[in-house]
């Protein structure tokens, strides 16, 4: 009987014991995996499709520059109590005007909307359809590119739907001519830049993941015109470690391999405050992108 007892203990102790093996596997892997990612704040557009791919390459490499400025009408909606003036709008329209002047691309602030504040932040607008609604009602124009700056939530800086591939349905798809902007994200120099970036078809210089060391394009740019951004004047990006001078100093196991990463790239995921430049083959494909897929959005003069 106490024999039969003991047996029954032994194996109850060796399934708990089993159990908390199992469990404290499962959280060893997820900070594991965790100690993998980007820690940097990110955006959530979407990289392109292995179609929508081809169709980025195509335009990048069969396109010449169009240099008759294309003008894009801004509609700024905030959602905040703090004042307008509090926001300093004008004055960032003119510093991404002259961000964006080399690309032929320039903005107009048509009249500032202040809206009532809306509880939901901008994780939560990137997580669900109703509560984007809940936000933008009947604020975005059809004819504009509709900026809204929002509360901040945990993750997200910005983010710009984008669709993944055929660029072409920009035309039919007015949810695609809003950008997202976090009320804190709103005054640093990079995030309002690199928002665009995506408007006008830039993908992250790390490529698809933002995982650290998953980079698909060569460090020796041998490869750089099909992976990563498919532009070769942003080196491959393993999306590493920096230093608090905007240095690069290495992945997570200490190798320093041979990257030379573009971590003052605004499509960058390095730090906000690294972040203060687009490459000439940058602008050269945004003025691609807006001359063929976000014309029905520009004008002339
Ligand atoms: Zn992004």
């Known amino acids: 009987m106490k024999d039969q007892f003991l047996i029954n203990l032994s194996k109850h102790f060796t399934v708990k014991i089993i159990g908390i093996l199992f469990f404290v596997g499962v959280i060893y892997s997820c900070k594991n995996k965790e100690s993998n990612l980007a820690i940097h704040p990110y955006c959530a557009s979407e990289y392109c499709s292995v179609e929508g791919k081809q169709e980025l390459i195509n335009l990048y490499q069969n396109s010449k520059a169009i240099e008759k400025t294309i003008y894009f009408d801004i509609n700024c909606i905030v959602t905040s109590e703090k004042s307008l003036h509090f926001f300093k709008i004008s004055e960032k329209i003119k510093k991404l005007n002259q961000t964006y002047a080399p690309s032929h691309i320039q903005f107009r602030l048509l009249p500032i909307i202040l809206h009532k504040p809306v509880a939901v932040n901008l994780d939560e607008i990137e997580r669900k359809k109703s509560f984007r609604r809940l936000v933008t009602q009947d604020l975005e124009k059809?004819?504009?590119?509709?900026?809204?700056?929002?509360?901040?939530?945990?993750?997200?800086?910005?983010?710009?739907?984008?669709?993944?591939?055929?660029?072409?349905?920009?035309?039919?798809?007015?949810?695609?001519?809003?950008?997202?902007?976090?009320?804190?994200?709103?005054f640093n120099e990079s995030t309002l830049a690199h928002e665009l970036g995506h408007f006008f078809g830039l993908q992250h210089t790390f490529g698809k993941s933002p995982y650290e060391n998953t980079t698909l394009e060569k460090p020796d740019g041998s490869n750089c015109i099909e992976e990563g951004d498919f532009i070769c004047d942003t080196p491959a990006d393993p999306n590493g470690k920096i230093n608090k001078k905007c240095e690069y100093i290495g992945l997570s196991d200490a190798k320093k391999y041979d990257f030379n990463p573009p971590i003052t790239n605004y499509m960058s995921y390095y730090r906000n405050d690294c972040k203060n430049e687009f490459t000439l083959g940058q602008y050269a494909s945004m003025n691609a992108f807006a001359n063929k897929y976000r014309k029905y959005l520009g004008t002339e003069n």
């Open 142 to 186: 059809v004819d504009a590119l509709n900026i809204f700056i929002v509360p901040h939530g945990k993750y997200l800086n910005g983010f710009t739907y984008v669709i993944r591939d055929n660029f072409l349905n920009y035309f039919n798809l007015v949810e695609c001519n809003t950008t997202f902007i976090s009320e804190k994200a709103w």
